[in-house]
């Protein structure tokens, strides 16, 4: 209690509490200060990753919209009865149809096999583990056959139906024709469903 008794003491200690206020305050001052730094270079931080995604996302868009659609190969319904036509007078024929490994491809040959078999064709399918490159469609005669009625009826039935089909020779099997829709060119991404799938 000595301290409450002298005057010299109080004044002392009131120096060290004022000394106490003063540093108290720097320090407040301090935190303040450094509280706003950490605050401003979030906001900068928070502000260029903001701007990063919304480049990446920009950049992803422009990518995506450039993507064309693969082109889808249908049969029209006057195809299709073009194609039954001729081929219905030769049921029992053996025809191998080739799948490449592209899902366009795969649907496009499956409704020229759905024609065929509605005119009671046998047809078997023959699915290629090759990679996806662009080929030309084609329709083979077995080489070992000189002539076949119904390789030249679907011949020219193809013809009068506007498809782009090739003629040409096959060799083994028993089969008598064959058919091969080709692959038509796909954009990147296409390429890379394809080879997942």
């Known amino acids: 209690m000595a301290l409450w008794n002298s ?3 109080l004044g002392k200690f009131n120096s060290y509490l004022q000394m106490g206020l003063v540093i108290f305050g720097i320090l407040t001052g301090l935190i303040g200060a450094s509280s706003f730094i950490v605050s401003q270079r979030k906001d900068l931080l928070t502000g260029q990753e903001e701007a990063s995604l919304k480049a990446k996302v920009a950049d992803i868009s422009s990518r995506t919209t450039n993507i064309n659609d693969l082109p889808q190969r249908h049969l029209t319904v006057q195809q299709e009865e073009i194609i039954f036509k001729a081929s219905k007078e030769f049921p029992g024929t053996k025809l191998l149809s080739i799948r490449s490994n592209s899902k366009e491809s795969q649907q496009y040959a499956y409704e020229i096999e759905a024609v065929l078999k509605r ?14 490159n662009v080929a030309e469609p084609t329709i083979g ?8 009625p119904a390789f030249e009826a679907l011949k020219k039935s193809f013809e009068e139906a506007g498809l782009p089909f090739k003629a040409g020779t096959f060799t083994g099997g028993n089969a008598e024709t064959s058919l091969d829709v080709g692959i038509v060119p796909a954009n990147a991404y296409q390429s890379l469903i394809d080879k997942i799938n």
């Open 119 to 132: 005119a009671q064709w046998n047809v078997d399918q023959f699915l290629t583990s090759s990679g996806r």
């Open 7 to 9: 005057a010299e003491e």
């Open 141 to 148: 005669l077995r080489e070992d056959i000189n002539s076949s």
